[in-house]
């Protein structure tokens, strides 16, 4: 099961952009404030109680008499703590509970604290599901390559169940506070008073990166408003803390890059969706995100399908030979779901790899640096950096791995994805098929596709009208219009029609949707007659007269 800590992870240094594509826009600064170098004096007295902006004896914009240059003594931590959980309630506007413990540790101790115990099964299935990504080869352990990143690349996690804060320190001698990494990790403390975040599990790779889409995507996006007050012309700036070899949040680059990826998207999109839900209702519309939190990494990856387009639940049968079994972990689910993010990294990965590229990768798959958000300046993004939505990963709407391995050792595996469109599905036309990808495409499937029902009202000559755009769940009004003239008296209602599968032959899915209509106990019946240019067959808007 996915969550048991949230990290933040080193800050992401991609190769330069070899020329800009379509520029992605950082985040307006935040709001302005009085710009001054914090200081005792300029702070108000302690309140008579606990207030926002003030923790311990420290107010968010208070000077601190600190110097990390030999390390942080049990005092100058405190002091440093308390200031940032201050700093993080003025940005956050929520209130701490409690302040968690803080403990530094070095990279070295971080990195031998990972020695986990796995069952064979376990393994086997985590092996297999990195080799089926391209990922790792056949004699690589997914385990230890997943071991040596989070040795390398993690800055810090808050443990729930712990209550409790552990930054991890480059330099050994001297354990120094990068404070908006600690500030990041207070953020997660916050939320786990407020919202318990022990009941944000997952059993995938899609639902783990999905909800951390919101909780990491939080976290960030914090870090990010904490950062502009720490830098020129902020109400902080000059007073917060870094180590001085100016590394913080993380050691050396991650031992593979893939792998890295598929677990880096929630940090890279999550302020994205964070900033999207903040600028419709401020932080109380992103406190309600943890009661409806994102479904699929999709609704991350692409802010305006959270709530609009749910994933589709995969059904895959075992058609498997004599001599093989499938693998089945005792300590988790029995299948894999990598969701868009493992989809968009394993199309990534082949640029990093180090291993000879198929030269038309660039023209039927993804560019070089075509996977990298460019601001209008042509720099990548500090706050979204990269691009998970690009073409040759969009349009994915679901997908399930199941892995087997017969007695010789060998394993295998099949892997059904569901796309939203055929277009989705299928390759540019203009584009010559890879070796990589036509494989990938020819195992997939689509669902999903507009879906008409015409219905009877109880009135004489007056019809109602469903229609569910099921890549979008928005009502296609424009649809409507195309099947009945303006002149016609028709009702037009939405989200009646859940998901339905498109079937070999129109009838199996005109029957399909009837059946579901029916379930509404709104199936009634009515003479209709296409208008011109719109075939009852018409594969591309399925229509039901029930």
Same mark, same amino acid.
């Not at 997660?188 to 919202?195: G, M, N, P």
């Not at 997939?444 to 004489?460: D, G, I, N, S, Y």
């Given at each position: 099961m996915f969550l048991t800590v949230v990290v933040v992870l080193a800050g992401l240094a991609p190769v330069a952009a070899a020329a800009p594509g379509d520029a992605a826009v950082d985040p307006a600064p935040v709001e302005a404030t009085t710009v001054q170098t914090a200081d005792n004096e300029s702070t108000p007295a302690d309140p008579e109680s606990d207030r926002l902006g003030w923790e311990n004896g420290y107010w968010h914009n208070e000077s601190i008499d600190v110097d990390q240059s030999d390390g942080l003594t049990e005092a100058e931590l405190n002091a440093t703590v308390s200031r940032a959980m201050a700093r993080v309630e003025v940005i956050r506007g929520l209130e701490f509970d409690m302040e968690p413990p803080v403990e530094i540790i070095s990279r070295e101790e971080f990195a031998s604290s990972g020695n986990r115990s796995y069952s064979e099964a376990f393994r086997t299935f985590d092996d297999t599901k990195f080799e089926a990504l391209f990922m790792i080869g056949e004699s690589e352990d997914s385990i230890e390559v997943q071991d040596e990143n989070r040795g390398a690349t993690v800055g810090g996690y808050y443990s729930p169940s712990a209550d409790s804060i552990v930054l991890v320190a480059d330099n050994a001698s001297e354990l120094q506070v990068d404070e908006l990494t600690l500030g990041h990790e207070l953020?997660?403390?916050?939320?786990?008073?407020?919202?318990d975040l022990t009941s944000y599990t997952s059993e995938t790779r899609d639902g783990a990166n999905a909800n951390s889409g919101l909780i990491e995507g939080d976290a960030n996006y914090v870090q990010y408003r904490y950062e502009q007050r720490c830098g020129e012309g902020g109400s902080w700036n000059g007073t917060c803390l870094s180590p001085e070899s100016g590394d913080g949040g993380g050691g050396a680059g991650p031992a593979n890059w893939g792998v890295y990826f598929v677990n880096y998207q929630p940090y890279s999109d999550g302020p994205t969706f964070i900033a999207s839900q903040y600028r419709e209702g401020g932080w109380e519309a992103v406190n309600d995100l943890y009661d409806a939190p994102p479904e699929s990494a999709e609704q991350v990856i692409h802010p305006d399908r959270y709530g609009e387009d749910a994933p589709t639940e995969v059904n895959l049968t075992d058609q498997h030979g004599d001599g093989w079994e499938r693998v089945r972990p005792e300590s988790r689910l029995d299948y894999a779901e990598v969701g868009q993010a493992g989809v968009a990294s394993m199309f990534i990965y082949p640029w990093y790899a180090g291993e000879g590229i198929s030269s038309n990768y660039g023209e039927t798959v993804l560019e070089r640096n075509g996977w990298l958000n460019?601001?209008?300046?042509?720099?990548?993004?500090?706050?979204?950096?990269?691009?998970?939505?690009?073409?040759?990963?969009?349009?994915?709407?679901?997908?399930?791995?199941?892995?087997? !391995?017969?007695?010789?050792? +060998?394993?295998?595996?099949? &892997?059904?994805?569901?796309?939203?469109?055929?277009?989705?599905?299928?390759?540019?036309?203009?584009?010559?098929?890879?070796?990589?990808?036509?494989?990938?495409?020819? !195992?997939?499937?689509?669902?999903?596709?507009?879906?008409?029902?015409?219905?009877?009202? +109880?009135?004489?000559?007056?019809? $109602?009208?469903?229609?569910?755009?099921?890549?979008?769940?928005?009502?296609?009004?424009?649809?409507?219009?195309?099947?009945?003239?303006?002149?016609?008296?028709?009702?037009?209602?939405? &989200?009646?029609?859940?998901?339905?599968?498109?079937?070999?032959? $129109?009838?199996?899915? +005109?029957?399909?949707?009837?059946? !579901?209509?029916?379930? $509404?106990?709104?199936?009634?019946?009515?003479? &209709?007659?296409?208008?011109?240019?719109?075939?009852?067959?018409?594969?591309?808007?399925?229509?039901?007269?029930?």
């Open positions: 953020v997660h403390a916050i939320q786990d008073q407020e919202f460019l601001t209008s300046s042509g720099e990548v993004s500090t706050f979204d950096p990269l691009n998970y939505g690009f073409e040759a990963a969009a349009g994915w709407d679901g997908d399930r791995m199941h892995f087997y !391995r017969n007695a010789d050792g +060998e394993t295998g595996y099949v &892997w059904r994805l569901v796309w939203d469109s055929p277009a989705d599905a299928t390759l540019t036309p203009r584009r010559r098929p890879d070796p990589l990808v036509s494989p990938l495409r020819r !195992r997939t499937q689509v669902v999903h596709r507009p879906v008409v029902a015409l219905l009877r009202e +109880e009135r004489p000559n007056q019809r $109602h009208v469903v229609v569910r755009d099921t890549r979008t769940g928005r009502l296609d009004r424009r649809f409507v219009r195309r099947l009945f003239p303006a002149t016609a008296p028709v009702v037009v209602r939405s &989200w009646v029609v859940a998901h339905v599968a498109h079937s070999a032959t $129109h009838r199996d899915t +005109e029957r399909a949707l009837c059946t !579901r209509l029916a379930r $509404h106990s709104v199936v009634g019946s009515a003479p &209709w007659s296409p208008p011109p240019g719109v075939r009852r067959d018409d594969t591309r808007y399925p229509v039901a007269v029930c």
